[in-house]
């Protein structure tokens, strides 16, 4: 039986202290960044510890955290199956314009009708954008990541064509969607916001995110199919030996991915935006994703973690400007800190390999001494009165009579 680990334990492992040292060193390169560019590295780290240190500050940390907390949750539950779901981007970008669309032709309905509409709409959509590439590989065999990427620029392409739809296009000049209703928005009243301080589009989709973590975890660590998903990713070829059908994990791996992706567009639309624009390039919130699945160690807890990381990086880095430092500051760091832990996940895998053979090899050794050591089998003699000894005795009986 699989011995539960402690908070305590997880914080002390080798993983979590590669990682650690992943970020420091992550900062470590953007300070010489800085001091290559003659910006005052006290200055620039200062101004992004202070913008996420006030209560404004950390309600700006948790609306931008939110969306990547649920596409890191995407990468990270694909990741258990041993799938790499590179299209997180994709079905975000399907999710949100989902969530849009729903929010704009069903204006009408009430509030507690109209967002959960929004929100299966959007998880419904990238579901469906994770079964068809999970179809193309299982059915035809073709390589998933390469069917992702391809499926990311098509959801990309789709959605710009949907927001210039009649009735869906913003009849003004802007080049994007008309605002979605307000009865489907995820936003804090204005009265809260204002008691407490808070961003102009704080809302309670953090909550959604927080629940989804919960439901992801108990899916993976108490059922059945986080069992079989999870021998998937170990050994497909185990899995399918012990009857468990690999083709069917892959599917419901990607469509349940997907679905979370999915609700990370809405989240997004339905709280910090209001609107999808008509953009010239991805915006990366599934690329996003992929960078908190990989500071969270692909596990549930750490995604949320690795979400509010990533989100107050982001609101920080957008506030470097104010001290003459370049933004794309946050690109440097976050981009190291992904190179120092796929280094570490590299060298973890080597050093694991080596540990194998050196145990494996001890073993033969052992098992070599041991048989040198044994003494040689004696012959058996046959007991007294065995038939073994039966020709001679008659032999002898019948020269007895002849004397």
């Known amino acids: 039986m699989k011995k539960k680990r402690s908070v305590l334990e997880i914080i002390s492992s080798v993983r979590f202290i590669h990682i650690l040292l992943a970020i420091i060193l992550g900062f470590m390169v953007g300070a010489i960044f800085l001091a290559v560019m003659g910006v005052s590295v006290g200055d620039a780290y200062g101004k992004l510890l202070d913008s996420v240190t006030t209560v404004k500050g950390l309600s700006y940390v948790i609306v931008y955290a939110t969306p990547y907390i649920?596409?890191?949750?995407?990468?990270?539950?694909?990741?258990?199956?041993?799938?790499?779901?590179?299209?997180?981007?994709?079905?975000?970008?399907?999710?949100?314009?989902?969530?849009?669309?729903?929010?704009?032709?069903?204006?009408?309905?009430?509030?507690?009708?109209?967002?959960?509409?929004?929100?299966?709409?959007?998880?419904?959509?990238?579901?469906?954008?994770?079964?068809?590439?999970?179809?193309?590989?299982?059915?035809?065999?073709?390589?998933?990541?390469?069917?992702?990427?391809m499926f990311n620029w098509i959801a990309f392409y789709l959605s710009n064509y949907i927001a210039g739809l009649p009735g869906i296009k913003n009849t003004g000049t802007a080049e994007a969607t008309q605002t979605i209703s307000e009865n489907a928005r995820t936003l804090l009243s204005k009265d809260f916001i204002?008691?407490?301080?808070?961003?102009?589009?704080?809302?309670?989709?953090?909550?959604?995110?927080?629940?989804?973590?919960?439901?992801?975890?108990?899916?993976?660590?108490?059922?059945?199919?986080?069992?079989?998903?999870?021998?998937?990713?170990?050994?497909?070829?185990?899995?399918?030996?012990?009857?468990?059908?690999?083709?069917?994990?892959?599917?419901?791996?990607?469509?349940?991915?997907g679905a979370l992706a999915g609700l990370g567009g809405a989240l997004q639309v339905m709280g910090m935006g209001s609107?999808?624009?008509?953009?010239?390039?991805?915006?990366?919130?599934?690329?996003?994703?992929?960078?908190?699945?990989?500071?969270?160690?692909?596990?549930?807890?750490?995604?949320?973690?690795?979400?509010?990381?990533?989100?107050?990086?982001?609101?920080?880095?957008?506030?470097?400007?104010?001290?003459g430092a370049p933004t794309q500051l946050i690109s440097v760091i976050v981009g190291t800190v992904v190179f120092f832990i796929a280094i570490s996940v590299i060298f973890e895998r080597l050093g694991g390999g080596l540990r194998a053979r050196r145990n494996a090899a001890a073993r033969a050794d052992k098992e070599k001494r041991e048989a040198a050591k044994e003494p040689p089998a004696e012959a058996v003699k046959p007991p007294e009165g065995d038939g073994a000894a039966g020709p001679a005795s008659e032999n002898e009986g019948k020269e007895g009579e002849a004397k």
Request: charged residues 10%; proline residues 3%.
């Open 70 to 149: 649920l596409t890191g949750l995407s990468v990270a539950f694909s990741f258990k199956t041993g799938v790499f779901n590179i299209g997180a981007e994709g079905q975000f970008v399907v999710g949100s314009m989902a969530a849009a669309v729903t929010g704009i032709l069903l204006k009408d309905l009430p509030k507690p009708v109209l967002i959960p509409l929004c929100f299966i709409a959007a998880m419904l959509a990238g579901a469906l954008w994770g079964i068809i590439v999970a179809t193309l590989k299982t059915k035809w065999g073709i390589n998933e990541v390469l069917a992702m990427i």
């Open 194 to 257: 204002n008691k407490m301080g808070l961003a102009p589009t704080a809302n309670w989709g953090i909550l959604v995110a927080i629940a989804a973590m919960i439901l992801v975890w108990f899916i993976i660590e108490k059922t059945t199919l986080g069992y079989e998903l999870k021998t998937v990713g170990s050994n497909r070829f185990a899995a399918e030996y012990g009857g468990i059908g690999v083709n069917r994990s892959i599917l419901t791996a990607l469509a349940i991915s």
């Open 275 to 323: 609107r999808i624009s008509i953009f010239s390039a991805q915006e990366g919130f599934g690329f996003g994703g992929i960078v908190v699945a990989l500071i969270g160690c692909s596990n549930p807890f750490g995604a949320l973690a690795a979400g509010l990381f990533y989100g107050a990086l982001t609101y920080g880095g957008s506030k470097l400007n104010l001290v």
